[in-house]
């Protein structure tokens, strides 16, 4: 047994935030965003295209059994390992998936409440954070046209559809006299509970219905038209197919911003079907949210007041720091049927105590709304709109400039900032075009100078670019293209020399010797 005692610099009192320690926590906080403040000047790609073999070399390397090491030389350490080969956001050759740059303002907040570490679960626990989370979610259903509604914060896009799925489970499972179905009858009719949504809905739609136990089949599909929407006409049909067959029509969700094509669905038809059916409608706006404070495109979400509840990811076109969503609902009555009490937490005497976890799926929970806040208090919610208005234009403008491109095709339209493509010059064939999607989005993300994503429309692959950088210009998109371009370029000419029986290069190549048969050695 080693007698060595143990190095407790990274455990003593001194390592953690008090008013002793203040002093140290200004220096060091100080340091890390000097530090990360020269990485972002100086950021020329998405990220540094080290191989997976590479990072998890560099990750094992790392004793996190051995002896501490102290606060400045383990930051020192982490940032060379996880900030030199972070994907950056901000960089304009990242266009994949649904991250944005982040305002500063958020970024300060972040640290204040990283700092103060409040959880709103409990109202004392938090005090004034809870009431300005409260007035934060007031003012999102003001935006979304709620006249009293209610809400919570919650970690994302999947929890906030959970959570909203979980209101419409529990009204749909509660007797027209309020009672809320137990036993025999409770299980024989959630089992016969379906969701109604469209292919294009988030994947979570499914995963929540398995977390809440409904049957295995109880997704229901909506065909939609040529652009991918949900067809008013096709749902219609489905909610009497589901009574015909004995299901019961769960919700209907509607999407305000499809993960692939950035589509919305006719939100105000499709209303009208549920408040005919008195079926549940829940818009999952987790990409299109922002819209709730654009000076151009509001319109876009009309209908969407009619909705029983309603999901907003305020880390995808708000611009926040990750994570920030909420989800939404039209009459509080339907968030307070999942709240659930504890003697040591929020008993149920204490009812009129602003207790936040009595909403949530969550207990211990940070403070995401403190972001929002202090962005909509810096530059307005104007200002947030604006730029999500400028990704919007910036994607119509992509749009253009590929109408009579003879390489790249435009696939489908968008009502938000995607862009769906697929090389194809004359002369490539469609299967040899499905199978330069995988492969040139592999070439751009190993050297780590782009970053391009893939979906599936149609039944065909296709690469997209999702524009959430405000910053970004026409030019910094076509740059982005032209190495789409040329990694296509460069698969097919290895293709096709792959396919020779006698490559050229066996021939000219001044530094092979050649044998008296004529070959290489």
């Known amino acids: ?41 100086a950021v020329t790609q998405p990220w540094s295209g080290a191989s997976r073999r590479e990072l998890t070399e560099l990750v094992d390397r790392v004793d996190l059994d051995g002896p501490g090491i102290g606060t400045d030389d ?39 409440l990283a700092a103060i570490n409040t959880s709103v679960d409990t109202y004392d626990q938090s005090t004034v954070a809870t009431l300005m989370e409260r007035r934060l979610v007031a003012w999102t259903t003001a935006r979304i046209g709620f006249a009293a509604g209610d809400g919570v914060f919650t970690s994302g896009g999947t929890q906030s559809n959970l959570h909203a799925l979980l209101a ?87 999407t305000a911003g499809t993960t692939d094509r950035g589509t919305i669905d006719p939100l105000a038809r499709i209303a009208e079907r549920c408040d005919a059916a008195d079926v549940w409608l829940h818009v999952d706006a987790a990409y299109g949210g922002g819209l709730l404070v654009s000076p151009t495109r509001r319109h876009l979400l009309a ?63 940070r403070f ?47 009502d938000l900032s995607t862009v769906i493509f697929r090389y194809q010059p004359d002369g490539v064939t469609d299967a040899e075009a499905d199978a330069l999607v995988p492969a040139v989005r592999r070439v751009l993300f190993d050297s780590g100078r ?10 065909r692959p296709c690469l997209k670019l999702t524009l959430l950088n405000p910053e970004v210009t026409l030019d910094d998109v076509r740059r982005v293209l032209n190495l789409v371009r040329d990694a296509a370029h460069g698969i097919l000419a290895g293709r096709e020399l ?15 010797q050649r044998t008296s048969e004529g070959e290489p050695r």
């Open 498 to 512: 792959a396919d020779l029986t006698a490559p050229p290069c066996r021939d000219v190549h001044p530094h092979l």
């Open 74 to 112: 383990a930051l020192h350490e982490t940032a060379d390992l996880y900030a030199s080969h972070a994907v950056w956001f901000h960089d304009p050759g990242y266009a994949a998936h649904l991250n944005c740059p982040v305002a500063i303002p958020a970024v300060g907040a972040e640290a204040m």
């Open 1 to 41: 047994m080693s007698t060595t005692p143990p190095d407790t610099r990274s455990t003593r009192v001194d390592t953690l935030l008090r008013g002793a320690t203040a002093g140290a926590y200004a220096r060091t906080v100080r340091r890390v965003v000097d530090d990360v403040a020269s990485r972002f000047a």
């Open 368 to 414: 995401d709304a403190l972001k929002l806040w202090t962005t909509l208090r810096a530059i307005g919610p104007d200002g947030i709109g604006a730029m999500l208005d400028a990704v919007c234009d910036l994607a119509a403008a992509v749009h253009a400039d590929l109408s009579d491109d003879p390489e790249l095709h435009l696939v489908c339209g968008t």
């Open 168 to 254: 419409a489970r529990e009204r749909a499972l509660t007797d027209p006299d309020g009672a809320r179905l137990t036993g025999a009858d409770r299980a024989e009719r959630q089992g016969r509970l379906r969701i109604l949504a469209t292919a294009a809905s988030h994947f979570s739609v499914a995963k929540s219905a398995m977390i809440l136990g409904l049957a295995d089949d109880a997704v229901v599909p909506v065909a939609t038209d040529a652009d991918g929407r949900m067809d008013p006409a096709a749902l219609t049909e489905a909610l009497a197919a589901t009574a015909r067959t004995g299901g019961v029509a769960m919700a209907v969700v509607a």
């Open 303 to 365: 209908g969407i007041e009619r909705a029983r509840s309603v999901t907003v990811d305020f880390h995808k076109t708000f611009f926040q720091p990750v994570s920030a969503s909420a989800v939404l609902v039209r009459d509080p009555a339907d968030l307070a049927r999942t709240a659930w009490h504890a003697d040591y937490l929020n008993p149920v005497e204490d009812s009129a105590e602003i207790n936040q976890v009595d909403r949530s799926l969550q207990t211990t929970r």
């Open 450 to 459: 782009a970053g391009v994503a893939k979906t599936v429309v149609g039944g």
